[in-house]
Every structure is written in structure tokens, then in C-alpha cells.
């Protein structure tokens, strides 16, 4: 069955830096768009970026310029690297197997920012 397993949340002061990584298991991952999405308190689930196979990126207004996505297919890992953190960018970020309307999610990884 699909898996998709996030890591690398945590605590982190307003302008410092995260990476996040997602390990997927169960499907042919070189063959699928994968994204991020992020979810903050009180507030509906929104789109972060986007990558297919052959490494073409896109992303939401908000993180363009301070976040990347990237993948490394030979070890079924999505990344997403984080800087010039805000608090705004507080959210459970989210591992998503294609892009809008994917009912493959991951479980959530907590990223506070905050001085």
C-alpha cells in the first residue's frame, strides 16, 4: 500500500532554516508528481510546491524564493528545504502523491516558527 512518511519538523526562530523529507514506499515514485501542501491553525489546507518527474518546479506566491523542492528518485525521498522561515509559515506540512485532489497523504510534520 502507498506510504508516504514526513520528517524534519520542528521549533525554529523567524528568518533560520528546516528541511523536510518524506520516504515513499508502495508505488513507483519516479513515475508520480509529488508535492507539498501545509495546513496552519484554523485555516484550510494550501498548495506549497510541486515537482514531477523530470525535476520542473512550482510554487505557491507565499514560498517562492525561500523554499525548494527537489527529489532523489533512487531513494524514494521527496525534500523540501526551507529558509528565511516566517511565522506565517507555521503549519503541519504534508507529503502528497500528485497534486490537487490526491487522496495519498502522509501523516504531518509540525513546523513552528517562532522567536
Known amino acids: 500500500q502507498v506510504q508516504l512518511v514526513e520528517s524534519g519538523g520542528g521549533l525554529v526562530q523567524p528568518g533560520g532554516s528546516l528541511r523536510l523529507s518524506c520516504v515513499a514506499s508502495?508505488?513507483?515514485?519516479?513515475?508520480?508528481?509529488m508535492s507539498w501542501f501545509r495546513q496552519a491553525p484554523g485555516k484550510e489546507r494550501e498548495w506549497v510546491a510541486t515537482?514531477?518527474?523530470?525535476?520542473?518546479?512550482s510554487y505557491a506566491d507565499s514560498v517562492k524564493g525561500r523554499f525548494t523542492i527537489s527529489r532523489d528518485n533512487s531513494k524514494n525521498t521527496l525534500y523540501l528545504q526551507m529558509n528565511r522561515l516566517k511565522p506565517a509559515d507555521t503549519a503541519v506540512y504534508y507529503c502528497v502523491r500528485g497534486r490537487f485532489g490526491s487522496t495519498y497523504w502522509g501523516q504531518g510534520t509540525q513546523v513552528t516558527v517562532s522567536a
Open positions: 515537482i514531477n518527474n523530470p525535476g520542473v518546479e
Open positions: 508502495g508505488f513507483t515514485f519516479r513515475r508520480y508528481y
